[in-house]
């Protein structure tokens, strides 16, 4: 197989070191060793990222005055609005949406748009977050517009091209489409919906939920002409308490909440903190650093897009390793009574996400038992408000979700396979005595 499906590992050095970066990898913060494979949930904390947030966070002067600590305030929230546009998201242009999570900057991109936007009708998929499905329903309602939903593909976790433009037309005044499935990681070809939707409606307006894809691969909203994404720091090795958001210059201008004096494009509504810009910094830094180890170039986006990509090679080597195994330790493709859901062969659209059941024991009481053995993991079940929607629509009643990072290392995904061995032979053995 080719490393464009089965992926590239870091060198060990490079691993180790990247390791090192971070918070509570291989010991949780009361000392405790664990495997953190819960990173969808919010990801392990690059210690670079909080430091700077302290050291900002410690300073009281407010950015909008004359003097030099302001100024030199004023320059670290520049930075940060250069780093979330120019190099995370691509923007050459366009506006930043700030808040204190991504849900709120996607309800306020979503109301802006439908609420200005002539249509009949609003069109999304049955696995977006909850923030993305619902914005969409509640203003297609307030509006009385027709609120359309393309359905998932239950064999590869995504959303088919075809089943989502078969919902557009020339009435459509929003598509909003998720990067990536936070239960299977399948990555959707945002470029290619793109392409073929605004062949049925040139001047649709598309945005994209890509908290769950960008820690994992590289966004980039003039390539694909999106009017809008967001994304979390702090499931992209960043900090809590701030939500980003990229929205086109058309989108910029339509009627939104801002101070009335303030330019027609502005997003800002009061003073936000330098130290969260700061930490995002902090992340950029460190992608690019990563981008250093294998380029030599001084463009900061350049840098990033390289980064992004080897920690996308490293975290499919991971995926194939998690799935595959080796000849000494099973994968979980071949742990009897361990069931690989929405799984593919084809690696290459797939972030470092596994979903998976065991037979004979809950989703919950797996979760439990996981942790009880140094193992945190999370439930994706049909009880749950934030995933009844989304798992219904993959056919499945619950799944055990996997989220390892690419601060791991292969010996970790062997600990984890090492578990889940032993957690299968128990379950087997009480149930026979049973």
């Known amino acids: 197989m080719s490393h464009e499906n089965i992926g590239v590992l870091f060198n060990s050095e490079l691993q180790k070191e990247i390791k090192d970066r971070f918070y509570y990898v291989d010991h949780d913060h009361l000392g405790r060793k664990r495997l953190f494979f819960e990173n969808s949930g919010g990801s392990l904390r690059l210690k670079s990222s909080v430091e700077a947030k302290e050291r900002y966070e410690k300073i009281p002067d407010c950015p909008d005055r004359n003097h030099d600590t302001s100024k030199m305030l004023q320059k670290v929230k520049e930075d940060g609005i250069r780093d979330i546009l120019q190099i995370i998201c691509g923007a050459k242009s366009g506006a930043l949406v700030t808040e204190l999570t991504a849900s709120q900057v996607m309800f306020q991109i979503t109301q802006t748009i439908i609420e200005n936007v002539p249509g009949t009708n609003v069109v999304t998929t049955s696995i977006e977050h909850p923030s993305a499905y619902d914005s969409a329903k509640y203003y297609a309602e307030k509006t009385g517009k027709d609120f ?8 590869t976790g995504g959303v088919d091209t075809e089943e989502i433009l078969k919902h557009i037309d020339e009435n459509t005044c929003l598509l909003s489409v998720i990067s990536a499935s936070n239960v299977s990681g399948n990555v959707l070809d945002i470029e290619e919906i793109v392409t073929e939707a605004r062949k049925i409606k040139p001047d649709l307006y598309i945005i994209s939920d890509a908290v769950q894809h960008m820690p994992h691969g590289v966004l980039d909203v003039e390539k694909y002409q999106l009017d809008g994404v967001n994304f979390a720091p702090y499931k992209g090795f960043g900090v809590r308490g701030c939500g980003y958001g990229y929205v086109s210059d058309r989108v910029a201008k339509l009627p939104h909440h801002k101070l009335l004096a303030k330019p027609e494009n502005e997003w800002e509504l009061g003073s936000f903190s330098p130290s ?15 981008g250093k180890q294998f380029i030599d170039s001084e463009d900061r986006r350049t840098l990033y897009v390289e980064g992004m990509n080897r920690i996308h090679l490293h975290e499919r080597a991971l995926l194939q390793h998690l799935l595959e195994g080796t000849k000494d330790i099973p994968g979980l493709r071949y742990i009897n009574g361990v069931n690989v859901l929405l799984d593919s062969e084809n690696l290459q659209d797939r972030d470092l996400i596994s979903a998976i059941s065991i037979d004979g024991i809950g989703f919950k009481e797996t979760v439990e038992q996981y942790y009880k053995r140094g193992v945190t993991v999370f439930e994706r079940v049909n009880t749950s408000l934030y995933s009844k929607r989304i798992i219904e629509s993959l056919g499945l009643v619950g799944a055990i979700r996997i989220s390892p990072m690419h ?17 299968v032979e128990e379950i087997t053995k009480q149930s026979i005595n049973v």
């Open 148 to 155: 359309r939903v393309a359905m998932a593909n239950p064999k």
């Open 276 to 290: 969260n810009f700061a930490a995002i910094t902090a992340v950029v830094d460190y992608v690019c650093w990563i």
């Open 407 to 423: 601060c791991h290392d292969t010996n970790d995904i062997d600990e984890f396979l090492k578990i889940t061995s032993q957690l």
